[in-house]
T-cell receptor, first 110, second 116 residues
């Protein structure tokens, strides 16, 4: 069974700091990786996707992928209280539905 | 949410009754999915569809059935609701299920179902 693991948190960081969220996956054939943000009581929304080893930056967000280590991470620079949410890692292997991790709860303290 | 709506938003039903949740999209996307989300379990796939009348089971499909008679609608039916099916149900759509899809999924707003 394909698994996606995340630390459930909560991860607490002060405002303005870098938040680092981590995800590991079991299927070495996985090819597409996604980060979703979910506010309490709301639906998940896509914030980043990454397919190749290395870093991908979008504004304050950077996704990092290391396929050899089966590891994907999300860095949030200059964290804001509005970034407080649960972050879900999702992994795709070919033509199969996304498998989601259980999410990491992030709390940014003002 | 980007042309995807779920109904109802909230429902309370009694054990043993059938319940149908509806997902409607206006994006003409081929792929549609039903997930449930529970504390400690994250998002778990119930069923998905890769075209009209083409569906397949996910990891937690027992007690659920689906139908997709047209591109825009994907129905989830709880054949005889049980308390263990109390959950938040999310529908999602995707333009492509391929390995290098640039789109990920777009989620509906969810249906909070309580079985008493």
């Amino acid at each position: 069974q394909k698994e996606v693991e995340q630390n459930s948190g909560p991860l607490s960081v002060p405002e303005g700091a870098i938040a680092s969220l981590n995800c590991t996956y079991s299927d070495r054939g996985s090819q597409s990786f996604f980060w979703y943000r979910q506010y309490s009581g709301k639906s998940p929304e896509l914030i980043m996707s990454i397919y190749s080893n290395g870093d991908k930056e979008d504004g304050r967000f950077t996704a990092q992928l290391n396929k050899a280590s089966q590891y994907v991470s999300l860095l949030i620079r200059d964290s804001q209280p509005s970034d407080s949410a649960t972050y879900l890692c999702a992994v795709n292997s070919g033509n199969t539905p996304l498998v989601f991790g259980k999410g990491t709860r992030l709390s940014v303290i003002a | 949410d980007a042309g995807i709506t779920q109904s109802p938003r909230h429902k309370v039903t009694e054990t043993g009754t059938p319940v149908t949740l509806r997902c409607h999209q206006t994006e003409n996307h081929r792929y549609m999915y039903w997930y449930r989300q529970d504390p400690g379990h994250g998002l778990r796939l119930i069923h998905y569809s890769y075209g009209v009348k083409d569906t397949d089971k996910g990891e937690v499909s027992d007690g659920y059935s689906v139908s997709r008679s047209k591109t825009e609608d994907f129905l989830l039916t709880l054949e005889s609701a049980t308390s263990s099916q109390t959950s938040v149900y999310f529908c999602a759509i995707s333009e492509s299920a391929g390995a290098h899809s640039n789109y990920g999924y777009t989620f509906g707003s969810g249906t909070r179902l309580t079985v008493v």
